[in-house]
């Protein structure tokens, strides 16, 4: 499998990097993990847009979803011509998300700008995505959220999507070679006043994840521009003695 970091930044887009975005490649296929606000412009750098094999959201944030509308417009009226309608799969209520972050109404869906996605759900189960065996499972987020486990020919990537630390997500990264895991709030008594309970971890608390259930390497990410990434992972070093770094736009791991 090959990862490539789209966008990173937690929250928002920040002035360095597009909100959450991941491309997974293997065999030939392209699945997109999460399309958050500003990241259709990188990934053209990486993809071509016809080619995507499955876009899959962790949960309906703007800032993991938002772009998925963006490539509506881009699939429908630019020269890109998917063969076949592009499966969209995330949480229960997408297609509806997906209308009203258009702006339209429930008709809508039906509408030509829709003809492109296959919109589906997910839910707690194993199933195949092209080359990848594909885990779901429900995390501890403010909305349905799901964290993910891709297996390819024996590797095991995780990513967390956006969730506190919780059984789902031990489960979805278990002995995984690398992991994926945001650490959108800081340390207590650095400014963690913000750090409402069941939404995010800090870095301290992603290398713990990683110890605790034998992560191969961390990458974290969804760090708000706000807060700094490096510190997130000086944070998850002094829980986790094996490999940490921060996710940065543009890079990219082989796994």
Known sequence: MRLTVIGCS???PGPSSAASCYLV???GFALVLDLGNGALGPLQRHVDLAAIGTVLLSHLHPDHCADVCSLAVALEYGL???ADPIPVLGPAGL???LVELHGGSGTARTDGLWSRFAVGGVGPVTWPIGPFEVTARRVVHPVEAYA????HGGRVLAYSGDCAPCTGLDEVARAADLALVEAGYVEPGAGAAGNA???????????A??????VGRLLVTHVPPWHDPESAAAAARTAFAGAVEPARPGAVYEV
């Not at 993910?148 to 297996?151: A, C, F, S, T």
Request: a negative charge.
């Open 209 to 214: 994840l990683a110890a605790r259930v034998g």
């Open 95 to 97: 297609g509806d998300r």
């Open 10 to 12: 937690g929250s928002v």
């Open 197 to 207: 309970p069941g939404v995010h971890h800090t870095g301290r608390e992603a290398g």
């Open 25 to 27: 490649e293997a065999d």
């Open 148 to 151: 993910y486990r891709l297996e």
């Open 80 to 82: 890109f011509a998917p």
